[in-house]
């Protein structure tokens, strides 16, 4: 059954304690966590002490999406602030291989994320190295845009890879999934679906965390 991890780049920001509990309490997996610095993205969201806020009110592991530049600057930072899983951009990494190290140094699980103009075989000789690579199916920034019908190869490319090589890397894919596009990338090999906009605009999060499962 693939697992859910909601962003809260999506949820009510003055209120965050209360809507990590509640994805808790909805049936949440993980806790996506959106860090934007406006220089690698177009827009700018929250660091490390906001993380170290949340963390004492939730035992759901942390997913972060670093979509800064330089990011090695700050691993150790984000890995003080509860991070439980760190995922960087190929694209903003130029010594790759060294910031996975970096991460997995800490005793923390690596991943490589993808924008969508990203070739899969960018990264293939680390695959054995990562935890985890995240495929994004919307251009990375914003939440609420529309999933990129594309993307849907790349995690086709990248679960016919696992399984030829037997590696056990997980597959994450973030932007634009709902209850049409996850069945989609499960369809293809998806292990991880984060949504934001999904769950936060539902009025149920557990019911639209089970429909994004599609296990009801
Ligand atoms: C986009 C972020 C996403 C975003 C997804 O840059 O990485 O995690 O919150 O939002 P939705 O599910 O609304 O596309
Ligand atoms: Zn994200």
């Given at each position: 059954?693939?697992?859910?991890?909601?962003?809260?780049?999506?949820?009510?920001?003055?209120?965050?304690?209360?809507?990590?509990?509640?994805?808790?309490?909805s049936?949440?997996?993980?806790?996506?966590?959106?860090?934007?610095?406006?220089?690698?993205?177009?827009?700018?969201?929250?660091?490390?002490?906001?993380?170290?806020?949340?963390?004492?009110?939730?035992?759901?592991?942390?997913?972060?999406?670093?979509?800064?530049?330089?990011?090695?600057?700050?691993?150790?930072?984000?890995?003080?602030?509860?991070?439980?899983?760190?995922?960087?951009?190929?694209?903003?990494?130029?010594?790759?291989?060294?910031?996975?190290?970096?991460?997995?140094?800490?005793?923390?699980?690596?991943?490589?994320?993808?924008?969508?103009?990203?070739?899969?075989?960018?990264?293939?000789?680390?695959?054995?190295?990562?935890?985890?690579?995240?495929?994004?199916?919307?251009?990375?920034?914003?939440?609420?845009?529309?999933?990129?019908?594309?993307?849907?190869?790349?995690?086709?490319?990248?679960?016919?890879?696992?399984?030829?090589?037997?590696?056990?890397?997980?597959?994450?894919?973030?932007?634009?999934?709902?209850?049409?596009?996850?069945?989609?990338?499960?369809?293809?090999?998806?292990?991880?679906?984060?949504?934001?906009?999904?769950?936060?605009?539902s009025k149920n999060r557990e019911q639209a965390?089970?429909?994004?499962?599609?296990?009801?």
């Amino acid at each position: 059954m693939a697992k859910v991890a909601p962003s809260i780049l999506s949820a009510d920001f003055s209120n965050l304690k209360e809507e990590i509990i509640s994805l808790e309490q909805s049936g949440a997996d993980y806790i996506h966590i959106d860090v934007m610095d406006g220089h690698f993205v177009p827009n700018i969201t929250f660091g490390p002490p906001v993380i170290k806020a949340i963390r004492p009110h939730t035992t759901l592991p942390f997913d972060v999406h670093l979509m800064i530049e330089h990011p090695d600057r700050y691993i150790e930072d984000f890995v003080n602030a509860g991070a439980d899983l760190i995922s960087v951009h190929a694209e903003a990494c130029t010594h790759l291989h060294r910031t996975i190290s970096l991460i997995k140094s800490y005793g923390k699980k690596a991943g490589v994320v993808l924008n969508p103009h990203t070739s899969i075989e960018f990264i293939k000789h680390i695959l054995g190295d990562i935890d985890l690579v995240l495929i994004m199916s919307v251009n990375p920034g914003f939440g609420g845009q529309s999933f990129i019908p594309n993307t849907i190869n790349k995690i086709t490319e990248l679960n016919k890879i696992r399984n030829e090589q037997g590696l056990n890397y997980i597959i994450e894919v973030d932007g634009g999934v709902n209850e049409e596009t996850s069945k989609r990338c499960i369809n293809a090999g998806t292990d991880l679906l984060v949504a934001g906009s999904f769950i936060f605009k539902s009025k149920n999060r557990e019911q639209a965390i089970k429909v994004l499962k599609h296990d009801y």
